[in-house]
DNA sequence: CATGAATGAGGCTTCATTCAT
DNA sequence: GATGAATGAAGCCTCATTCAT
């Protein structure tokens, strides 16, 4: 990825394309639009990426790299008995997407794109550091707790994070599909079954 | 009479379709590699679909309802203790999507679709109304064991239905990104936690 | 011409031919459209005629071929003094036209056939053959006239004719192209002129 | 900037149309012949015209814009006794035409359209007032030498002037049909008639 | 560096024609 | 003979990419 001369160029590309991206979908994206959006020349996006699906790409390392890195700060921010960081996690990764919904579009666009572009597999590498970073985060926070004494710990940690991860996707998923959808509460209401199953204390008991 | 029209060819031609859409993406995928997919001449898609895009669509929805029909036979023929009910449900839908999990890169075409295509809101719909089917199969599920006081009455079985298709929904993600992953496995674990949360009683008790 | 079984069946094709490429103009027309308007498959018209363009031509050589004898009846029929026959022919060509009007399009694509057609030989020969036979019939009633001492011989009899089948053909195009144009008054008005220029006697004196 | 955009260029595609259609006509015309014939890219005649059906119109509008302004200098140019000017305006519109003969095959795709296309309208629009803009040229030659005294004031000038400007355009078409076909001699006797029948004084005299 | 005019590979789709029934 | 399902050649047009300015 040679970047060029003027980074603020090229990061305002990238924010276009995200844009465009998001809206249109990969495929009916037209190199045009994304020009315009970024008030350049479409040559210039040319002196910044390779091509189109270079481009795209890009735009997916990009917003992957923020979703982790969002998430790394929420969890070290974490504090409190076992149930009440859980909670905290999952709220904050639903709120988060629930303030910019209108992105999961792309989330589906990098999906099909880890399917079906002909990059797949940089595709998948990165979906799959990111799950088995957030993995990781998930599952030491269980792991803490039952090492602590604070859930038994008959259950398998990493499964746990692995299903919740899933749920929180497909939750912002429905939302995306139904705005009527409350992820929120749903997503609080079946953490407390999860929860009280991992066998936490309540947390306002 | 001229050549009779053969029953099958629209059933063919669908089929071959799915095979190419899965294995190239929507966008990617060429009429001309359907057409000799299913052994017909490029322009006999046309007798029998208006469009690629319609023939997609067309894909979606066949698919749509086989794995409807699927899904409730299998909630139709469930027995036993609700926790067993529950397991059987999960490793149904797990199992039979395992076997066919090439085809997961086409759902990802269809959440595509729904995200971008100009068509969209047909896509939405058909998303829609399965989801709903199936937060109905598996919310009826719940209650019923709440009403027979199998488990108490205190969740809201709404919530689990949802966040619990969500999660194998994403399972089976996880697994076709990465086919060490235990989807089978991990769905187990978490059912336990699930219902142990629930409040059921276990299944070999 | 191979001409086959059922001239019935023929002849109805020609009919429907004749008003879809009227209507649609030949490029635009379709065949099925043709077959439709006949009542009768698609195949069915390949027993009668061997291509899309041998249908066309036939058509016009029907229309042609209707056209002339229509002509010929008329002039057979004439009598009176020099200049009533002239306005006779002249208003029973105009009128005639003016009835079907909407055929004229199919004039116009037939003047294009003979312009840009693969076979524009051929529509050019009958074209040929039509004006001939009109300019003998226009030229031969006014060297009659000449010839009987009703206008003086100075006049180039064959030029006259020439001009004046061109000055129907373009006031019937004039009428097709404006329906608030008046064909029928302007040739009355024009022919008076041209009459009085042939030095024939006035109609009404 | 860019490589700078060529003024001529819309010109040469236009030029290059316009041989393409007169040669093959409207249908069978190849966007890639003219785009051979102008020695650009096939995409390059988009980027001036959004579509063949335009690039056809813009050809329509530009030769008869030329032809209206070329009949119009004519007609200001026109100068001693009636019959003189008339038969020099007939005389120059005839052999304007018959110097670019191969130029009536479009005319011809011209009427066509006209009657057929998708935007026949517009075709309609652009020779309706390119004949009342004709009519108007030599209805006024006529009527100003009935208010001179020239000729008696008993005719319509407005029917002579359509008649006339029909009769030219029939004679050139005999002329593309029949090469043989003399479509000036013809048009001067025919002159000589209408003139006298008009009343005027022989040009000779 | 930035630009956008020019390009042409390639796709979807149409439709005249064929031919099995 | 009549039919219409099947076909594939061929065309219009799009759009990612290049490169002269």
Chains 1, 2, 3, 4 share one sequence.
């Not at 970047?3 to 249109?24: E, G, M």
């Not at 399917?115 to 803490?144: C, E, H, M, W």
């Amino acid at each position: 990825m040679a970047r060029k001369a003027d980074p603020n160029k090229r990061h305002d590309i990238l924010q276009a394309a995200c844009r465009v991206f998001a809206l249109k979908g990969y495929a009916p994206a037209r190199m045009i639009e994304v020009a315009e959006a970024a008030s350049v020349g479409k040559g210039t996006i040319y002196e910044y990426f390779r091509s189109k699906e270079e481009l795209f790409f890009a735009v997916f390392e990009e917003m992957m790299g923020q979703a982790g890195e969002a998430i790394a700060e929420t969890a070290a921010a974490l504090d409190g008995p076992f149930a009440l960081r859980m909670r905290k996690l999952s709220d904050s990764i639903i709120q988060s997407w629930l303030g910019q919904l209108d992105m999961y579009a792309l989330v589906m666009e990098f999906w099909s794109a880890t399917a079906t572009s002909p990059s797949r597999d940089r595709f998948k590498t990165i979906f799959q550091s990111g799950y088995r970073q957030l993995r990781r985060i998930v599952g030491d926070l269980i792991q803490a707790a039952q090492t602590a004494g604070e859930v038994p710990a008959e259950n398998d940690a990493e499964s746990v994070a692995s299903a919740l991860i899933g749920t929180w996707d497909a939750l912002l998923l429905q939302a995306w599909l139904d705005p009527q959808f409350d992820a929120l509460g749903t997503s609080r209401s079946f953490m407390d079954v999860v929860l009280r199953g991992l066998g936490a204390a309540p947390i306002d008991a």
